[in-house]
C-alpha cells in the first residue's frame, strides 16, 4: 500500500521533466526564504523591539533633550 522507492524516483523524474531542474531550483529558494522569514517573525513577536526612545543612540547622532533624560 504504501509507495516504494522505485516509484518515488519515477515521480521525481516526471516532475523534472515537466518543469526542468532551474524551475524547481527557484521554488526550492523560494520555500526556504519564506519559511526563513517566518521563523525571524514568530521569534521578533517574542522579543519585542525597543522604542525609538529606548534604543541607545548611534555613534555620531545628535541627541535631543527629551533622549538626554534616559
Partial sequence: MGI?????L???L???VLFGTKRLRN?????GAAIKGFR??????????L???DKPPIEGET????????
Wanted: no cysteine.
Fill in 51 to 53: 522604542s525609538a526612545e
Fill in 4 to 8: 516504494s522507492i522505485s516509484e518515488l
Fill in 63 to 70: 541627541i535631543t533633550k527629551h533622549q538626554e533624560k534616559t
Fill in 14 to 16: 516526471i516532475v523534472v
Fill in 10 to 12: 519515477v515521480l521525481l
Fill in 27 to 31: 521554488v526550492g529558494s523560494d520555500l
Fill in 40 to 49: 525571524n517573525a514568530v521569534k521578533d513577536q517574542d522579543n519585542p523591539t
